[in-house]
């Protein structure tokens, strides 16, 4: 077992700072009394200005899925008409939480590795309909790629305005420009395991008021996930079922920090640290897997050669400490991927590089000791707009 603290770098759950695992260590209490109201209201408000929304914010005591569940069941109706953009994994999955609970869906899918065209889910919209809701995922991790959610919504307000519009943003909200109300958003999904620097076990829902006269005669079966339930809970600074203290707390000190940096800031710093990413890799000759111009800036895809075996290299990155995740569904064995969100540095990142160098070395492949690092460091400042001097290479 390596004696060193690992580089985490996969897609979520993301490492925590020091200061956010400390205060998850601190003594419980009453969940019902002042002292978690006043925890819950003030994380309420902070987090609405990182959703960039007046709308109604909710915590569910869950993982994402739980999160995607309480927005299907709160806001639907079994037979209800819905359009489930998907372009990965998850995608499929939000699509297929609608279809258990019957609802009536037809799904737009995207070939892996691409962002949705918003041409042909307008053609989608005026072919079908009238729609409840269209679902869409704002940064798809299993094949990392960012679809552009602006243009689908003002798309989906063009031809089905009547539809709720349902986004999946729990891998890339708190990190990547979203804009909630400015988009014309009516539900919001989100995760504290991954760019909010927190421990798994909280979702956080926001809720339009459109969304709220939806909820008012949605037939789907609910208890747990009933978001109206949550609602009248939080106006009394409750929840409506055992929350989880400990990683509210952790929330808490998170919110903090990321207050302190900003929130352009924390673009900025997810914008340079994919792009080293995505620069050391190809220096390293992989082939990323997502379409460049909708790249995420929270995790990077790459092919596994054929001549390269996945498990020699993936247990020799980990004997050095770094930690990266495989492919999911259809590309699993086929890829792996790197996560670059929540408590992520460029000097994280140019570890990693480091790591994947001396790896491919040791496995003889025709490497240059320390190409990838200057790549990953180079394409960083110059995201961050840092003169590089001429000749640096790259």
């Known amino acids: 077992m390596n004696r060193f603290e690992p580089n985490l770098r996969i897609p979520g759950p993301t490492s925590l700072p020091d200061v956010v695992r400390e205060a998850g260590a601190r003594q419980m209490v009453n969940h019902r009394g002042p002292e978690f109201a006043a925890l819950q209201n003030g994380i309420i408000d902070r987090l609405k200005k990182f959703y960039k929304t007046t709308n109604d914010v909710l915590i569910v005591t869950a993982a994402g899925t739980g999160g995607l569940e309480s927005a299907i069941v709160s806001f639907l109706s079994p037979g209800d008409k819905v359009l489930a953009i998907t372009i990965g994994a998850f995608g499929d999955r939000f699509a297929k939480i609608a279809t258990v609970y019957g609802a009536d869906v037809t799904k737009v899918a995207f070939e892996w590795g691409k962002a949705a065209d918003v041409a042909r889910v307008r053609e989608a919209l005026v072919a079908g309909g009238p729609w409840k809701a269209v679902l869409m995922t704002q940064n798809e991790t299993s094949t990392a790629v960012t679809n552009p959610i602006g243009q689908l919504a003002a798309t989906v307000k063009e031809a089905a305005p009547n539809a709720l519009i349902i986004v999946d943003a729990i891998s890339g909200l708190g990190a990547v420009p979203f804009e909630t109300d400015a988009w014309g958003l009516d539900v919001v999904v989100s995760g504290s395991q991954k760019a909010w620097m927190v421990a798994p076990g909280l979702s956080f829902v926001s809720v339009s008021p459109r969304a709220w006269e939806a909820a008012a005669v949605a037939k789907m079966p609910k208890f747990y996930f009933d978001l109206a339930a949550h609602k009248t809970s939080a106006e009394a600074g409750q929840t409506p079922w055992t929350p989880a203290v400990a990683v509210m707390f952790q929330l808490d000190a998170a919110l903090t920090l990321m207050e302190q940096e900003g929130l352009d800031d924390i673009w900025?710093?997810?914008?340079?640290?994919?792009?080293?990413?995505?620069?050391?890799?190809?220096?390293?000759?992989?082939?990323?897997?997502?379409?460049?111009?909708?790249?995420?800036?929270?995790?990077?895809?790459?092919?596994?050669?054929?001549?390269?075996?996945?498990?020699?290299?993936?247990?020799?990155?980990?004997?050095?400490?770094?930690?990266?995740?495989?492919?999911?569904?259809?590309?699993?064995?086929?890829?792996?991927?790197?996560?670059?969100?929540?408590?992520?540095?460029?000097?994280?990142?140019?570890n990693a590089m480091a790591v994947l160098e001396q790896t491919l070395i040791e496995l003889g492949r025709p490497v240059k000791p320390g190409a990838a690092v200057a790549a990953a460091q180079v394409a960083a400042l110059e995201t961050l707009g840092v003169a590089v001097p001429e000749g640096t290479a790259r």
Do not use: E, M
């Open 268 to 350: 900025k710093r997810h914008a340079a640290v994919g792009a080293a990413v995505r620069a050391g890799l190809t220096t390293l000759g992989f082939r990323l897997l997502g379409d460049p111009a909708y790249a995420s800036d929270t995790v990077t895809g790459a092919w596994i050669p054929d001549d390269l075996d996945w498990k020699a290299f993936n247990g020799k990155l980990r004997k050095l400490g770094l930690i990266v995740a495989g492919g999911q569904g259809a590309l699993k064995g086929k890829i792996f991927r790197i996560g670059h969100l929540g408590h992520v540095t460029v000097p994280a990142v140019l």
